[in-house]
């Protein structure tokens, strides 16, 4: 089992930054990848951005040259730099996990936490 623990959501105005945090605990040694995902209402979840044990990274188009994705592996914690904020940015972000143990894939979610954006 890995347990997610989500930090740093709240209100700011567009075009201020946010710091997303996200500390993993559990069965980490066998996470392969962690990421960011977001649903704001009435809309589907959606990828964020996502880092590999590897250090690669991928971010969603919306998002590219705003978002960073980070990964500090002595704390086992991911973090979502977020610069240049918009209203659009408004959602419900999560954390996510997955973790392959031989041929089977899990994947773990956080509880979430608010951004909020202002115009």
């Known amino acids: 089992q890995v347990q997610l623990v989500e930090s740093g959501g709240g209100l700011v105005q567009a075009g201020g930054s946010l710091r997303l945090s996200c500390a993993a605990s559990?069965?980490?040694?066998?996470?392969?990848?962690m990421g960011w995902y977001r649903q704001a209402p009435g809309k589907q979840r959606e990828l964020v951005a996502v880092?590999?044990?590897?250090?690669?990274?991928n971010y969603a188009d919306s998002v590219k040259g705003r978002f960073t994705i980070s990964r500090d592996n002595v704390k086992n914690t991911v973090y979502l730099q977020m610069n240049s904020l918009k209203p659009e940015d408004t959602a419900a972000y999560y954390c996510n996990a997955d973790r392959t143990t031989g041929m089977v894939t899990y994947h773990y979610w956080g509880q979430g936490t608010q951004v909020t954006v202002s115009s």
């Open positions: 559990g069965s980490i040694f066998s996470i392969n990848a």
């Open positions: 880092i590999t044990s590897g250090g690669r990274t």
